[in-house]
């Protein structure tokens, strides 16, 4: 089992950058994929990047590509999240989850992560 622990979130004005931190604990990212998920009051859940970390492998949700770059630390048991030209439409909590025992991107599914950090807030204003 592995424990999520999410930070770096924040206030910027549109066009700002944050880099958003995932970190670890209890076990070891080699056998999980981290996928970093945001949802506003009221909404679903969107997926928005995901990383596996053994391979470095990557996938990313349209609405984000080319501006946001995910990544992975594993001596720090660490995946970020570079976001780029932020925009009011990117306010939401961000938050990580972890789907264990896979090698291959997941396509964001929800189901199919098994544990999750509590996240942090991003308030990107115009």
């Known amino acids: 089992e592995v424990h999520l622990v999410e930070s770096g979130g924040g206030s910027v004005q549109a066009g700002g950058s944050l880099r958003l931190s995932c970190a670890g604990s209890g076990d070891t990212f080699d056998d999980y994929v981290i996928g970093w998920f945001r949802q506003a009051p009221g909404k679903e859940r969107e997926g928005v990047s995901e990383?596996?970390?053994?391979?470095?492998?990557?996938h990313y949700a349209e609405s984000v590509k080319g501006r946001f770059t995910i990544s992975v630390d594993n001596a720090k048991n660490t995946v970020y999240l570079q976001m780029n030209s932020l925009a009011p439409e990117d306010t939401d909590v961000y938050c990580c989850?972890?789907?264990?025992?896979?090698?291959?991107?997941?396509?964001?599914?929800?189901?199919?992560?098994?544990?999750w950090g509590r996240g942090t807030q991003v308030t990107v204003s115009a």
């Open positions: 989850g972890a789907a264990f025992g896979t090698k291959v991107v997941v396509e964001l599914r929800e189901h199919e992560f098994d544990y």
């Open positions: 990383i596996v970390c053994s391979e470095g492998t990557t």
